[in-house]
């Protein structure tokens, strides 16, 4: 309460004190705002004491409020609210608070009403405040719940993708195995997928989405992703058809995020349409913006269903049968990279049973395109002489099926269970590549690279193999040493590439 002139505090005071509310009566308007940061249920004051410089303290005092609050204001008026000072300074405050005018004189009853109801919705306030917080709170314990997961889901996913190419090269399989064997390899793929989206979703939700943009030619990128799913398509008896053109449509973004846009709606699309349908998938150039569109003979989706598509956990059927599998996040992480990237996405569907079309719209860019990296699934690796390789994984049945499909790739392997053999062993052999895990016992894997950086420099290629796949754990890779963060499970092509890649940079 600021009342500066008569005795418009004390006899205040002691009327609300009767009526069980507690005041505390502030000398000047600077008292006042220190109090509001301490915590206040209402402001009582007297239009006299909001001159100008009081009024531009009061303000500042208002804005610092969390969004939450809307901090009730009472203020006593002696004259027409409509004219002079009390107009600016109400103007400046009054969206920052509840502010409720009392005219002098003031009765008693209008008085405690006023503060009463003040109060009310103050405490209204102060629960939100509460909800808030255990939301945030039940945000936060999700995701680090999802991120432990999925590092314990990638630990064995890792181990089944290397057994199973381990088997496709195993020499002497005759033609049922192989195609057992390219099973595998699809519902390996499947369940790698499942649980990227899984982790996508809580990283869009939380706000820790983060894209690596730089010119990416869309149609060459279309055609990627048709070839990476070309073997699903054909497996489910289906025919894929692309109209992406071979010149060069560029757009603006992360061209990891983008590959996952498109890789999603093709494999939304063969889930969803039976055997002997047909899915097209085409490229075009419309008003300043690139078009991908994926249409498909299949299920389609009804009419009321079209406005949630894209809301996870949504799937066009729910039967108990689950025939088609999925949670239902793939759409939905469609949506939220195609936004990150200023773009539209769009479904469309004659009802069920007449298929479907998804549409998505990304702004254009004038720039050329970057030369990328080398992409998993991507290109054969070149062959690459024999290298001296370590890997350092706790995990002893990932540790030996990477270490046999390395050796079988021609180059020569030491292994390690833990940070302090592993560190040894490196100083030791001195290698030219070293696979390091991150949960390691004794030693994690941060420390081990930084050991290993401290006593030969760069003279070693560094690669994180690891389950923890958030941006924070890829920061962390390179503050420590790493040359690469590779998230589990890895394909054998990509570690071969990797190793062509510390080749050509040399120990």
């Known amino acids: 309460m600021l009342a500066p002139t008569g005795r418009d505090a004390a006899l205040a005071a002691g009327v609300l004190a009767e009526h069980g509310i507690r005041t505390v009566a502030c000398p000047d308007i600077g008292s006042l705002c ?33 969004p939450w609050s809307e901090l009730p204001l009472v203020i006593f008026s002696s004259g027409d609210p ?27 009853v209008a008085l405690v009403s006023a503060l009463q109801s003040a109060l009310r919705a103050r405490r209204r306030q102060y629960e939100v405040r509460e909800l808030l917080a255990r939301l945030e709170r039940s945000v936060r314990d999700r995701d680090r719940f999802l991120a432990m997961l999925g590092h314990e889901l990638r630990n064995p996913l890792s181990v089944i993708v290397f ?38 979703v809580a990283r869009v939700t939380s706000g820790r989405m983060h894209l690596i943009s730089a010119p990416v030619d869309l149609a060459a990128l279309v055609w990627r992703c048709a070839d990476a799913a070309g073997a699903s398509v054909q497996a489910q008896g289906l025919e894929l058809e692309v109209a992406a053109g071979l010149e060069p449509l560029l757009v603006t973004g992360d061209v990891l995020r983008l590959e996952q846009i498109v890789s999603n709606l093709l494999a939304n699309a063969t889930k969803y349409t039976p055997p002997g349908g047909r899915i097209r998938v085409a490229v075009t150039r419309a008003g300043g913006r690139a078009v ?107 540790r030996e099926s990477l270490q046999t499909l390395i050796e079988l790739s021609g180059h020569h392997v030491r292994c390690a269970a833990d940070g302090l053999s592993g560190v040894a062993t490196v100083l030791a052999e001195k290698p030219d590549v070293v696979f390091v895990d991150i949960g390691l016992p004794g030693l994690d894997g941060y420390q081990v690279a930084r050991h290993i950086r401290a006593a030969l420099g760069d003279r070693v290629f560094l690669t994180a193999l690891t389950g923890y796949g958030q941006p ?31 080749a050509r940079q040399g120990p």
């Open 34 to 66: 220190r109090e509001l940061d301490a915590g206040a249920g209402a402001v009582l004051l007297a239009e006299e004491a909001l001159g100008q410089p009081a009024a531009r303290c009061l303000e500042a005092a208002l804005r610092e409020q969390p």
């Open 163 to 200: 057994g199973v190419q381990l088997l496709s090269r195993t020499a002497g399989m005759d033609e049922g195995a192989r195609r057992r064997c390219a099973v595998m390899e699809r519902q390996s793929s499947l369940l790698t997928r499942l649980v990227d989206d899984l982790l996508d």
């Open 292 to 398: 991908i569109a994926v249409e498909d003979t299949g299920v389609g989706i009804a009419t009321e269903m079209l406005s949630h598509i894209f809301e996870p956990f949504t799937q066009v059927e729910s039967s108990l049968d689950r025939a088609r599998g999925g949670m239902g996040l793939g759409l939905s992480v469609v949506r939220s990279l195609v936004e990150l990237h200023d773009g539209t996405v769009e479904a469309a569907s004659p009802g069920l049973g007449l298929g479907s079309r998804f549409t998505v719209a990304l702004p254009l860019s004038p720039e050329a395109p970057a030369q990328g990296a080398p992409r998993p699934g991507g290109r054969e690796a070149p062959a690459v002489a024999a290298r001296r390789v370590v890997v350092i994984e706790d995990n002893a049945d990932l």
């Open 472 to 502: 924070e754990d890829e920061q962390r890779s390179r503050e420590a040493g790493f040359d690469v963060h590779l998230t589990k499970p890895v394909e054998l092509g990509a570690v071969e590439r990797l190793l062509a890649a510390a």
């Open 82 to 108: 409509s004219t002079g000072a009390i107009q600016r300074t109400l103007a400046a405050i009054a969206p920052l608070g509840n502010v409720t005018l009392l005219d002098r004189p003031v009765r008693i």
